[in-house]
């Protein structure tokens, strides 16, 4: 079983930058794909970033270019750094992986980009 916790979010300026991190309770160098996702309220979550264990990327194409994911196995820490924010990307992000068939999700980190 694996506990995520992100962290990390907040307000920030158009054109600003955010790191965000998501700590897991157990190892991740068993752990394969690791996702970002984020949500804003009445839509649908939405698949942002994925990396695979090691260290393959893959992003939406809203953020491809602004946005990178990373992991640290060592540390059991995934991260994803956000640069030239926009205010179309104020969400609730959330970390998530599937180990089996059990889906495993953060609480979510608000950010809000506003001036």
């Known amino acids: 079983q694996v506990q995520l916790v992100e962290s990390g979010g907040g307000l920030v300026q158009p054109g600003g930058s955010l790191r965000l991190s998501c700590a897991a309770s157990?190892?991740?160098?068993?752990?394969?794909?690791m996702n970002w996702y984020r949500q804003i309220p009445g839509k649908e979550r939405e698949l942002v970033a994925t990396?695979?264990?090691?260290?393959?990327?893959n992003y939406a194409d809203s953020v491809k270019g602004r946005f990178t994911s990373s992991r640290d196995n060592a540390k059991n820490t995934l991260y994803l750094q956000m640069n030239n924010l926009k205010p179309e990307d104020t969400a609730v992000y959330y970390c998530n992986t599937q180990i089996g068939v059990v889906l495993y999700w953060g609480q979510g980190t608000q950010v809000t980009v506003s001036s």
């Open positions: 157990g190892s991740m160098f068993s752990i394969d794909d």
């Open positions: 990396i695979t264990r090691g260290g393959r990327t």
